[in-house]
């Protein structure tokens, strides 16, 4: 059974930092592209970032530099180091393959 689990968001202030974690089950991310998404109030789901299975990793303007996605195999684990955070940066983050969601972490960066 395919699964993603999230974790690591939080409140932090402007210019602060997280890592999120997406671990997963029922498949191995190493073989399969992983994408982080976000969903803040009121808007619709965007793409933030994504990682390929040889490792290319790309990103939305609006987070290029600030944030890196990340894997660690031996741990079927995919991350999202986000640094410098800004207030536009608060929402829901979803990690996701293909067409399976984790159920989602809260971000909330405090101006």
């Known amino acids: 059974q395919v699964q993603l689990v999230e974790s690591g968001g939080g409140l932090v202030q402007a210019g602060g930092s997280l890592r999120l974690s997406c671990v997963a089950s029922?498949?191995?991310?190493?073989?399969?592209?992983i994408y982080w998404y976000r969903q803040a109030p009121g808007k619709q789901r965007e793409w933030v970032a994504r990682?390929?299975?040889?490792?290319?990793?790309i990103y939305v303007d609006s987070v290029k530099g600030r944030f890196t996605i990340s894997r660690d195999n031996a741990k079927n684990t995919v991350y999202l180091q986000m640094n410098s955070l800004k207030p536009e940066d608060t929402a829901v983050y979803y990690c996701?393959?293909?067409?399976?969601w984790g159920q989602g972490t809260q971000v909330t960066v405090s101006s």
């Open positions: 029922g498949f191995f991310v190493s073989s399969n592209a």
């Open positions: 996701n393959r293909e067409n399976n």
């Open positions: 990682i390929s299975t040889g490792g290319t990793t």
